[in-house]
Each structure stands twice: as C-alpha cells, then as structure tokens.
C-alpha cells in the first residue's frame, strides 16, 4: 500500500481506478480517460495534487538563497504574487526538479516540487540553505487541488473564501493570491486556464465535494498526462533528469544568463555548454503513419539514429499520436520511428500541440 492522500475516500466513493503512481495511491480515472482529458479542454476538470509538496523558503536571506538555488532569477519578481517556473540544477547542471516559485513577500517565498522527487529536493534544499539567513519548512499541513479548463474560473471562485474572491477573480496569469493559509494560483499543468489551490487538509475533501457539486469533473492521472503532453510541457524523470540540462530539455528560456554575475548552482558547466552544436534539440513529432508513439521508441533519419521519444502518447485533441523528443541538431523537419520492427514516418514540429483547446500543429 502506497501513500495516499485525504481525498483518498473521495476518490473511491467517486468510483476512481486506484493505481501506484511514485509511492502514492492516486486516481488513474474514474470511468474515461478520453472524456476526462475533453471536459477540462471544453468545460471544467479537477486533478488531486496533494501528493505534490509545498515548501515556503522564510527569512531575510530568502531572495538571495534562491537566487543561488534556482537557475531562473527570482529578482525578476518584482510584484507579490508573481510566480516564476524554474529548475533546480545539480553542480553539473542536471535537473534536480523542475518547480514553480511564488514571491508572496520581501522574506517569503514559496515553492511546488513534485512527488517524487519531493525527498532528494528536500535534502538538497537544506544542504545549500546553510549559508543563507533562511528557513525551509515543507507544509504537510496543506493540501493541493488543480481546478482547470475554460470553464473553471467560473466554478471554482464562489466555492473559496469570500475574503479572496475578488482578488483570485482578478488574478493574471501566473501570480497567485493569499488569505489566512489559503492560496490560489492561476497556474497549471494542463494548456487550459484554471487555478492550482493550497488549502488546509482539512478543508480538502469539502473543496472537492463542492467543486464536484458546481459541476467540475474529478479527473485522474491519466488525463492530467495526456493534456500535459498536448501542452508542451515536461514531465520529470521522462523529458528531463539529473543527467539532463535545460539545454537539452526546451527549458533554455527558464535560464537567466544575466546579470553575468549571478553564480547559481550548476551555471559553469551549462555555460560551457551554451551554443554548443553537439547539445540534442528537443522536439515535437506527430505520427503520420497508424500507431502510437511510446516513451523510448529510437528515432531515424534514413540509416542514422537521430535521438529518441521521451514522452509519447496518444493525442485525443489532435486524434493522432504525438510525442516529445531528444534528437541530433541536424534533424529535419521529418523523421522515422521504429515501431515493432517497422520504421513509420514522423513530422517534427514545435510543441506545444495544442493550448486553450486549439490545434497549434498542421494534422
């Protein structure tokens, strides 16, 4: 028996599909997948991430430490609420974690690492906080639940604390809005609109049932992946890892080169690295051919092997298979994957796929 989180129940009493999922027991779906990945991109669908941690990095040396941690500049934060996506690098720039930061003060940010990365980040976060003036707390006592699509908005605001609705109603995206130990982002992992809320654990499961009572679908694992796919986004331990750098991973755009100055963790080894032709690109494929592309499936151009899938899956916007890939820098804008013994005909494209529930890809 894994992990499992206080909407557990709920789950059940849901009638979800329980499956083990980075030592946690957690919702693969609770009937369909399909019409759970279309009812967040046409209506309204909530993901448990309560398995996810929140950790809130205090003090007056705060700001300083995780521009030391991070290798995204928080200094760009320059207005509470702003949120920041970032990695997390080892000191040969391998990707620790990839997270998102909040600035919610001048000595508090918070952060969202995943869960099963949530010990290693933990124990690496506390290493290199010794010389900071800073305190790192990881909040058990929160729980975490993703309320996403075009339609969330609408359901999830009247179901919050009425001291913060205004506020959330007027969020931008990407900022985030506090009140006692509720907070609200307009974040997410899907392509959609939607908010990510930490909330006590104890007013979990009454979030959950409310938003279900509103007319937001529970939605599982499965759909969380597939949307996440169409979206462009990484998933860590797939895309990228401790042996990855952003530089190989699409995430180039989440390194602050400047100011020059700035010695974060994991920069002199990146910075050797910067513009160098021998670094992989990384890339989107759509499968011509019948099939559906898996994670790992080798990748050609002609006799060459060029790289190889690192996410794959089948696409239920686009109703083809995609996936995401490492491959040479001289790639084209077409490849083949073997599938089977057999080398099927791919077009390389650049994700995301698809966001806000429109193709961005020629079918």
């Known amino acids: ?10 789950h059940n009493e849901m009638g979800a599909r329980i499956v083990p999922f980075g030592g946690w027991d957690m919702p693969l779906h609770y009937g369909s997948q399909l019409e759970e990945h279309h009812v967040v991109r046409r209506d309204a669908g ?7 941690t929140v950790v809130d990095l205090t003090g007056a040396g ?3 430490f995780l ?3 991070l290798a995204n500049d928080v200094a760009r934060l320059k207005e509470p609420g702003k949120a920041l996506y970032s990695c997390m690098l080892n000191q040969q720039g391998g990707v620790i974690d990839d997270l998102i930061v909040y600035f919610m003060g001048d000595e508090w940010f918070r952060m969202v690492v995943n869960a099963a990365t949530t010990e290693k980040d933990l124990a690496w976060i506390n290493q290199q906080a010794g010389a900071f003036e800073v305190e790192v707390k990881a909040r058990k006592d929160l729980a975490m639940i993703a309320v996403q699509g075009p339609n969330a908005l609408t359901k999830a605001i009247p179901l919050l604390p009425k001291a913060m609705q205004e506020a959330v109603g007027e969020l931008g995206v990407f900022k985030a809005a506090s009140h006692a130990d509720w907070f609200v982002a307009r974040t997410g992992y899907t392509g959609e609109d939607g908010f990510e809320v930490m909330l006590p654990a104890t007013d979990a499961v009454a979030l959950w049932k409310g938003l ?3 007319g937001v679908a529970p939605c599982g694992l499965g759909a969380r992946d597939t949307l996440r796919l169409e979206a462009g986004m990484n998933l860590y331990g797939s895309d990228m890892d401790e042996t990855i750098s952003p530089l190989e991973a699409g995430l180039n755009w989440t390194i602050a080169w400047e100011p020059a100055d700035r010695a974060f963790i994991g920069r002199e080894p990146l910075e050797a690295k910067r513009g160098d032709q021998a670094n ?3 890339v989107g494929l759509v499968l011509l051919d019948r099939g559906v592309l898996r994670d790992h499936l080798k990748l050609f151009s002609g006799d060459q092997a060029i790289g190889e899938i690192t996410s794959g899956g089948f696409s239920p916007t686009l109703e083809k298979s995609i996936a995401l890939a490492r491959v040479s820098q001289q790639t084209g804008d077409s490849c083949e994957v073997e599938i089977r013994g057999k080398r099927l005909k791919a077009r390389v494209v650049k994700p995301p796929f698809v966001r806000h529930g429109k193709a961005l890809v020629e079918i």
Do not use: K, P, S
């Not at 028996?1 to 709920?10: C, F, I, K, P, S």
């Not at 909530?46 to 996810?52: L, N, R, S, T």
């Open 280 to 282: 992989r690109r990384f």
């Open 212 to 214: 279900a009572a509103a």
């Open 46 to 52: 909530m993901f448990d991430v309560c398995h996810m």
């Open 67 to 69: 521009r030391y941690l």
């Open 62 to 64: 705060a700001r300083e």
């Open 1 to 10: 028996m894994g992990n499992r989180t206080v909407l557990y129940d709920a």
